[in-house]
């Protein structure tokens, strides 16, 4: 009998031991962008696109997992003072950059100085400017202290802000950084063809052993979304970012390709102009909210490709449970009659919604042109340039707008500067002293259950003054190779391949 | 000829101040704050104004006319807003992308166009002239990016016979090169070869009916001597003069084709740079095109000087 119970034993091991196959190194990762990424330079970067070549060309302080908690990177722990404003970092052993500078508390230090001065104008600037101090403490630990508490700090590190670049090659590149970036990443920078490719080589030096296993990675833009596919069809691609939502059904069924799907950390939506005009009225607000039923929405213009949503938590958050923030509103006609005649409007209004070119825009926009037209809300559908629609976004000069926002890990980011009394990316000229302060408190509350709930309050508000009318949360593509192995799909939408490797 | 030619070159220098003029008023009338615009979804006042300064937006247009032309005069086009990047090093990086794939599309054009044309109106009102103008209106009418994209997937995808885009430097791999130039000539290629086919037949019935060519033939030269070495060239001037202003728009780039097949040539970085408003990018580029569009028209010129002597006789005595 024992004899069989060791036999078993054995042959289990033999099997998993089969099944988990060993990373392999070589090759080259080709992948396939949907943009030129603009910027190599962390620091100065405003593309999203950039951020994808970022994972593998820089360490950041701390990265995010799966399941967005936060996990070490370039420290290996921290801690975070009683009153929430003094964040120590114990910095990794043996890190080097790609040019042979040693990574250290010195590093550290003046990569926050870039961020912080003012005449070299970091893109990041806004996002560390509660940095009043970063001391040195000893080579491997550096102390960070904030004006004030700021609990969404650690996500900030978790992002651009907290790559780490070269003090030596940034000394003496100045802002020309971009044209030859040096991290401490897996990859190391070898050419930029701007609309061509992006090369990048294996780093021997990374102090992750296991880290690294293709030789190259080669990004190249595809920003026509068929032909990124056909690329990655025609085996000329290993992996690709962002599908067309008809292809979807398709690829989930074929043979030759894989697909990683999952709700991103985005939201979208309609913007309202709460501070003139029309909408100035709530009781209107609320009218044509009533009347938008978002799952057919969803439905008929996304398919299987988003979630309907009424709030900026896509599932993933730990903010996402909230009741005002994931309960779907269902459609109300009688509501919206009611809200019209509250509103002094029993027989409906008209008001212009501006939206990017594009069909899927379009599509959303007639949808609910159709929708609100039920109860005599009349919807004009008017097309406006992105560049110009932002123009118009940032001076209130607008009456209803599609746009939305692409998500970032913490619940701060997805809300704080959107409905904050004069936050610049308060498009709707919001402005509700409450909903200030307890934002200004989720910022300060450590624990997630406290925060959890000043949001619910927040949510709360927010659902009944309707600012913004949110309506859906996307999901996040990549297609690949079978090829390909080991791949992470975090819900930030972003590749990380140091731990990927390719079978021949 | 010399001083023709000369007289032509002078001409130009204003022609591209003009050029140059206008699209600098034209780009700064766009909606949109560049600025805005770069720093994308996520936008916060102290950046914003460090960009602005860079940029220069702080400054009156005129004044910033005015050094930008300067800087040009000097040879030096500036460097890209978006990442530092030398606006002359990246255009001499796509200019020659761009005119390999302009001059294998004006070949593929040209083979399918001239003998097409000249047998069309050899033999008008034949099936072969049915079956010509078939094909041409249909070259014409098919959209780039449909004809791309069933290209990519039945010889790439499918047969696996061209790689489905890209580029590389035909010294780095000549073979590897011409491949990837196959399809995208063949997608511009077609299209052009439509205008120049139904302009040669026409130009070319015009020839056949004059009366030297009926003297040539009552002469007992062969229907093959009389249209290769006559009427033919008499035929090309004016599909020279298309052929010109193709190579010229080829020369500015082909947007939605370089898309498709992955081509980073002038037209992707033409599009990138308008979407993203990196004006220095921009004027760069445009500089250049008309710089090419004036360019093949001089060329063109001396061309119609060879394909007709009178040409050359008209100038001597003028």
Redesign the interface.
């Known amino acids: 009998m024992k004899r069989l119970l060791v036999l078993v034993v054995i042959a289990v091991l033999a099997f998993t031991s089969i099944s988990i196959a060993a990373p392999r190194r070589g090759g080259t990762i080709r992948v396939g962008l949907n943009a ?1 990424p ?4 962390p620091h100065q970067s ?3 696109v950039d951020r994808q070549v970022f994972q593998n060309l820089f360490d950041k302080l701390v990265d995010i997992n799966q399941d967005l908690e936060i996990v070490p990177m370039l420290a290996t722990s921290w801690t975070i003072s009683e009153n929430g404003r003094v964040y120590t970092f114990r910095l990794r052993t043996n890190v080097v950059f790609h040019d042979g500078t040693p990574f250290n508390a010195e590093a550290v230090k003046y990569n926050f100085d870039r961020m912080l001065d ?1 005449s070299f ?3 990041r ?2 996002e560390v ?1 509660l940095v009043t101090n970063v001391q040195v403490v000893d080579n491997l630990t550096v102390r960070i202290t904030l004006e004030k508490p700021y609990s969404p700090f650690l996500s900030i590190m978790a992002d651009r802000a907290g790559m780490m670049v070269s003090p030596t090659a940034a000394r003496q590149a100045g ?2 950084f ?2 030859q970036p040096v991290g401490t990443g897996p990859y190391r920078f070898v050419e930029k ?4 490719r992006i090369v990048l080589e294996r780093f021997d030096r990374h102090w992750d052993r296991n880290a690294g296993n293709a030789q190259q990675i080669i990004y ?5 979304e ?2 990124r596919l ?2 990655l ?4 691609l290993d992996m690709i970012d962002a599908v067309a939502p008809s292809e979807v059904p398709r690829l989930r069924t074929d043979p030759q390709l894989k697909m990683a799907e999952r709700v991103g950390i985005g939201w979208q939506g309609m913007w309202i102009q709460v501070e003139s005009g029309i909408f100035a009225n709530k009781a209107l607000r609320q009218a044509l909210n009533a009347t938008i039923d978002r799952r057919t929405l969803v439905r008929v213009v996304f398919g299987e490709t988003a979630e309907p949503g009424n709030g900026p938590f896509p599932p993933g958050m730990f903010t996402h449970s909230i009741p005002a923030n994931s309960r779907v509103p269902e459609r109300n006609l009688d509501l919206a009659r009611q809200k019209l005649r509250e509103g002094g409007q029993p027989n409906g209004f008209g008001f212009t919604l501006k939206v990017t070119p594009g069909r899927t825009p379009q599509q959303v926009a007639q949808v609910i042109q159709s929708m609100a037209g039920e109860v005599g809300i009349r919807v004009n559908i008017e097309i406006v ?7 118009q976004l ?1 001076a209130h000069r607008f009456e209803a707008s599609l746009l939305g ?2 998500g970032r890990p913490d619940p701060d980011a997805n809300i704080y500067g959107f409905f904050v009394t004069g936050g ?2 308060n498009n709707s000229a919001y402005a509700n002293s409450r909903v200030d302060a307890l934002m200004d408190a989720a910022r300060i509350l450590t624990t997630p259950e406290q925060r959890r709930r000043a949001y619910t309050d927040v949510m709360n508000i927010l659902n009944e003054d309707l600012p913004y009318l949110f309506l859906w949360w996307p999901k996040d593509y990549k297609v690949y190779s079978p090829k390909l192995q080991g791949f992470v799909h975090v819900p930030d939408g972003m590749m990380r391949f140091r731990h990927v490797w390719l079978n021949p | 000829m010399t001083r023709y030619l000369a007289r032509r070159l002078l001409l130009t220098i204003p022609v591209l101040f003009f050029v140059s003029l206008i699209v600098f008023s034209l780009i700064t009338l ?5 600025a ?12 914003l104004e ?2 602005r300064k ?1 940029m220069g937006l702080d400054r009156p247009l005129i004044l910033r006319y005015g050094i930008w032309i300067s800087h040009v005069l000097r040879g030096d086009l500036g460097r890209s807003v ?4 030398s606006v002359m090093q ?1 255009l001499l ?2 200019i020659p992308v761009t005119a390999e794939l302009a001059v294998t599309s004006l070949i593929v054009a040209w083979a399918i166009a001239i003998p097409a044309g000249a047998l069309a109106a050899w033999k008008r009102r034949s099936a072969i002239d049915y079956a010509a103008t078939t094909v041409a209106l249909a070259g014409i009418s098919i959209p780039n ?1 449909w004809l ?2 069933m290209l ?2 039945l010889l ?2 499918n047969a ?1 016979l061209l ?5 590389v430097e035909p010294w780095i791999d000549l073979g590897r090169n011409l491949k990837l130039m196959v399809m995208p000539s063949i997608v511009l290629g077609t299209a052009l070869a439509a205008l120049v086919m139904r302009l040669l037949r026409s130009s070319m019935i015009e020839v056949l009916g004059s009366d030297y060519v009926r003297t040539a033939r009552a002469k007992g030269l062969s229907d093959r001597v009389l249209i290769i070495r006559h009427a033919l060239k008499n035929a090309m001037i004016p599909v020279a003069t298309i052929m010109g202003l193709q190579l010229g728009g080829l020369l500015g780039g082909a947007v939605i084709t370089e ?4 081509v ?1 040539g002038v037209g ?2 033409a599009v ?1 740079s308008i ?3 990196d004006y220095p990018m921009v004027q760069g580029v445009v500089l250049f095109a008309a710089l090419a569009i004036v360019a093949v028209n001089l060329a063109v010129d001396v061309v119609y000087a060879f394909l007709d002597p009178r040409i050359r006789l008209e100038e001597r005595s003028a």
């Open positions: 030129d603009p910027n190599m330079d405003t593309a999203a003012r104008g970091s893109l600037f806004s400017n802002k020309g971009s044209l063809r701007p609309q061509e190249r833009p595809f920003t026509d068929n032909a056909a690329n069809r025609a085996g000329e340039e992105f560049g110009a629609l932002l123009s940032d926002w692409s610049t990316l | 766009i909606p949109g704050d560049p805005r615009i770069m720093m994308g979804e996520e936008a916060s006042r102290e950046a460090v960009l860079e978006r990442d530092r990047r990246t990086q796509k990016f791309g994209i990519i997937y790439a995808v696996r790689p489905p885009g890209g580029y898309t498709i097949f992955a980073p992707r970085l990138d979407l993203t408003r």
